[in-house]
């Protein structure tokens, strides 16, 4: 096994335990074997971004993620037609909010794959937060022209229509197919329950928010849009309940004492709304939301010296920057204090302190485009942290599937002998290289994403040398494993002098010591099997 080989493999060992420094050291040891090597400076560009999702600074995630599209620009001046590399870059790009450089990347890939409606969807979400409405619709439904049985784009779609264009109509006809094709996704419910509560049909609504909960019963904010769909129900009955019940699971939960509160102030039992706001408060004592909540339910039971009391709390608060967010609320703690004036019959005092609130209410506008921003960096990195860690792993990674098809070469066909892995040609690697039962050689390619045509000319360059340097007796032939095939991949091999074969796998190989389970059943199997045991589902090569 060559160097570079070997660096290559301690790289991906180490990644794959989330060891990512380690990780960086290994590939950089790769590329000095190897400079022009696409996929290590790749691999290095996924290292340092996910080593940014272990970070809790945004300063210091966001330079992580600037060394990681380094690395994929690096790729590029080895092959400036890299997938993969434009890929990445689209996604990364925009995390860094630098939404005009990843809509060029994304647009570079699907001059690269159009029909990867992975990159189309990407491109949709960059356009999204650039503010490009048309095109982000565009580029969804192109999405869709290419795979409608992908139910996260029908969501996308439905989500689209609801929060930009308000078409309540073409947003349940959207979440409506998705759930046609995926029943158990609750975000899908979720979504749904909103539409109908825009539109007023709260018991819909209700309707919507139980599926999620059946699907996903320990979600607490599932549980609290049913309570606040209670509340517009005016079900205050079944609103109470289901607040209690998730307090019941976490006492500390100030948001949803909040809303506790709101349904009592609103069934009019304020003893126990006071009671309740002042529990969240317990946990969010700078949440200026509920100390107004507060002190409006004491102006409804006209506890007036009250009120006066804890908007004089409000303003003795002592604020941080990272407090802008909640101070951002004062301007209606002003207002209410001008309502008890009023009410108390200082009808001056009222006026004065409502025409400070009014200025104040223009200076919190004039901040949240500025101050705002720079404050809410680093929450809105635990956002995106929280998503990228959460995000399906689709890209399923070459030498993951590689190490399997080696430990295990009868999940593509009985009898393969293994001769070498990254076997070196004076051509390049042949990423797996076998021969058969009739002693013939057969040479394996892996590309993790969908078949691009150009493997084709890749894999018939090694069978050619193999033919050459290893053989002049037995035949020589291919087998192509992809995530995905297309016509392209097709066509490109009915050109090949050699004969190839194509295997695509699912999501996820399996790479277990000894046993896989089931995705369909969840039994568990020997780690070779083709088919479940117990419910003969066919595992991830077919």
């Known amino acids: 096994m060559s160097e570079f080989y070997t660096w290559m493999i301690k790289g991906d060992e180490y990644y794959d335990k989330e060891e990512y420094d380690k990780s960086i050291e290994a590939y950089n040891h ?67 909010e630098k939404y005009e450089e990843s809509i060029n990347a994304y647009k570079k890939a699907i001059k690269l794959d159009p029909d990867d409606h992975e990159i189309w969807c990407g491109l949709a979400e960059a356009h999204a937060m650039k503010g490009n409405r048309d095109e982000q619709l565009h580029s969804l439904e192109k999405a869709l022209e290419i795979n409608s049985n992908d139910h996260n784009i029908w969501r996308r779609l439905g989500s689209f229509y609801y929060y930009v264009r308000k078409d309540y109509k073409k947003a349940l006809e959207s979440l409506n197919e998705s759930l046609k094709i995926n029943s158990q996704d609750a975000s899908t419910w979720i979504l ?20 999620a909960i059946e699907i996903e019963p320990n979600h607490q904010y599932h549980q609290q849009y049913l309570g606040i769909a209670y509340n517009q129900a005016k079900d205050y009955k079944n609103a109470i309940i289901t607040f209690k019940n998730i307090i019941e699971k976490n006492p500390k939960n100030g948001s949803v004492w909040n809303y506790l509160g709101i349904s009592y102030s609103i069934a009019r039992d304020y003893s126990n709304a006071i009671k309740a706001f002042e529990r969240s408060l317990e946990y969010h004592y700078k949440n200026i939301t509920v100390w107004n909540n507060l002190i409006r339910t004491h102006l409804k039971v006209k506890n007036y010296t009250k009120a006066f009391l804890l908007c004089d709390n409000v303003f003795k608060i002592k604020w941080h920057p990272r407090d ?95 001769i070498g892995r990254q076997y070196k040609t004076s051509v390049g690697f042949i990423d797996v290289l076998f021969k058969d039962q009739q002693d013939s050689y057969v040479i394996v390619e892996l590309k993790r994403g969908k078949g691009s045509d150009k493997v084709v000319g890749q894999i018939q360059r090694y069978m050619a040398w193999v033919s050459e340097n290893l053989t002049q007796t037995k035949s020589v032939r291919g087998i192509i494993v992809v995530k995905e095939n297309d016509t392209k991949l097709n066509y490109a091999i009915k050109g090949s002098k050699f004969p190839i074969d194509v295997k695509t796998f699912k999501t996820e190989p399996p790479i277990k010591n000894n046993i896989k389970y089931c995705d369909n059943c969840g039994a568990v199997n020997r780690k070779s099997a083709k088919f479940c045991e117990k419910c003969q589902n066919q595992f991830w090569m077919r």
């Open 30 to 96: 790769a590329l000095e074997f190897d400079m022009n090597n696409v996929e290590i400076w790749n691999n290095l560009g996924h290292a340092y971004f996910n080593k940014a999702l272990t970070m809790d600074q945004h300063n210091e995630a966001i330079k992580l993620i600037e060394f990681s599209i380094e690395k994929h620009q690096d790729a590029l001046k080895c092959d400036p037609n890299n997938l993969e590399a434009w890929y990445h870059l689209g996604i990364k790009y925009s995390i860094i």
């Open 192 to 211: 749904q329950g909103h539409v109908y509560r825009a539109k007023n049909e709260h018991n819909e609504a209700i309707t919507m928010y139980k599926k």
């Open 324 to 418: 802008i967010i909640y101070k951002q609320q004062i301007p209606k703690t002003y207002d209410l204090l001008s309502i008890a004036y009023k009410q108390t019959g200082k009808i001056k005092k009222s006026l004065e302190v409502s025409n400070l609130a009014k200025m104040l209410e223009r200076k919190s506008i004039t901040d949240k485009n500025g101050i705002i921003k720079k404050n809410l960096d680093s929450a809105k990195w635990k956002t995106v942290l929280n998503y990228e860690k959460n995000r399906p792993n689709e890209r399923v990674y070459e030498r993951q599937i590689e190490d399997t098809i080696v430990k295990n070469p009868e999940i593509l066909e009985d009898g393969l002998k293994l």
